[in-house]
Nanobody, 120 residues
Framework: QVRLVESGGGLVQAGGSLRLSCAASGLILSINNMGWYRQAPGKQRELVATITSGGTTTYADSVKGRFTISRDSAKNTVYLQMISLKPEDTAVYYC??????????????WGQGTQVTVSS
């Protein structure tokens, strides 16, 4: 069974930095796109950043220039480096990955989420 496990969330002051990690484990043949989403209280889940297997990245306008997504394919891990954090970045951050696993099936997986709180 494939699992995504996030880590690295926490409480930080505005202007500070955090680095999130998400490791995929289980029977994995390959991973296509990986990404980070976030959901603030009372709001819908929104895309933060994605990265393809080839390393092409996309970002939400609200985080461009402040967040950097990267991945280590050998470790089946995706990272989100966040700098210049703002109170509006406060949310639960979720990892997402499109994974080819057993029986060569492609499925969309989500992590359990990690809380990021930015105080003003």
């Amino acid at each position: 069974q494939v699992r995504l496990v996030e880590s690295g969330g926490g409480l930080v002051q505005a202007g500070g930095s955090l680095r999130l990690s998400c490791a995929a484990s289980g029977l994995i043949l390959s991973i296509n796109n990986m990404g980070w989403y976030r959901q603030a209280p009372g709001k819908q889940r929104e895309l933060v950043a994605t990265i393809t297997s080839g390393g092409t990245t996309t970002y939400a306008d609200s985080v461009k220039g402040r967040f950097t997504i990267s991945r280590d394919s050998a470790k089946n891990t995706v990272y989100l480096q966040m700098i210049s954090l703002k109170p509006e970045d406060t949310a639960v951050y979720y990892c997402n990955a499109d994974i080819i696993g057993s029986f060569f099936s492609l499925k969309d997986y989500w992590g359990q989420g990690t809380q990021v709180t930015v105080s003003s």
